[in-house]
């Protein structure tokens, strides 16, 4: 029986030693589950913070899209109304030459009778001693003749 009882008692050593080993396997896995459960809360936490930013980004890329509409709409208005104004502008540059021209001619032919009737003034104003003795030169002629008797050869008129 002596053997019995060694028998038995190294098996329950064993066995006190498989348990010691099971224990501290439970007591890491224990320590394992701990670690991991925190990390797994964290994630969660950073899971729901990551999907409410997703969430913002989502609105906020919703507004930029209506925003950019909005931006794509007033540019294509501005260009539609560049092209009306610069076809306007064209009107207008085309009138505006054909007016200065229509101002130009009238200025010159307003221009040219105003140098006609300064050159008549001119004329009118000028005393041309050639033209009147060419003009007059019977009449000259008789003054001078005259003139020539009475002063040079003393001949008065009694």
């Known amino acids: 029986m002596g053997e019995g009882i060694t028998f038995e008692s190294k098996r329950l050593e064993q066995l006190e030693e498989k348990i010691t080993k099971t224990d501290d396997k439970v007591i890491q896995l ?27 980004l989502s609105t906020t890329i919703s507004d930029i899209q209506q925003t950019l509409i909005g931006v794509i709409a007033d540019t294509k208005r501005n260009s539609e109304l560049q092209q009306s104004n610069t076809h306007k ?40 001693f050639l033209k009147f003795v060419k003009d007059n030169f019977l009449s000259v002629s008789v003054v001078l003749y005259i003139l020539y008797e009475v002063f040079i050869k003393g001949y008065v008129i009694k």
């Open 30 to 56: 224990d320590k394992s589950i701990a670690v991991y459960s925190a990390i797994f809360e964290r994630n969660l936490q950073i899971q729901e913070k990551l999907s409410s930013a997703i969430d913002r």
């Open 89 to 128: 502008i064209g009107e207008i540059e085309q009138s505006t030459e054909k007016k200065i021209s229509e101002l130009e001619h009238k200025l010159k032919g307003k221009m040219d009778k105003l140098d006609e009737r300064i050159e008549d003034v001119d004329d009118k104003g000028k005393f041309d």
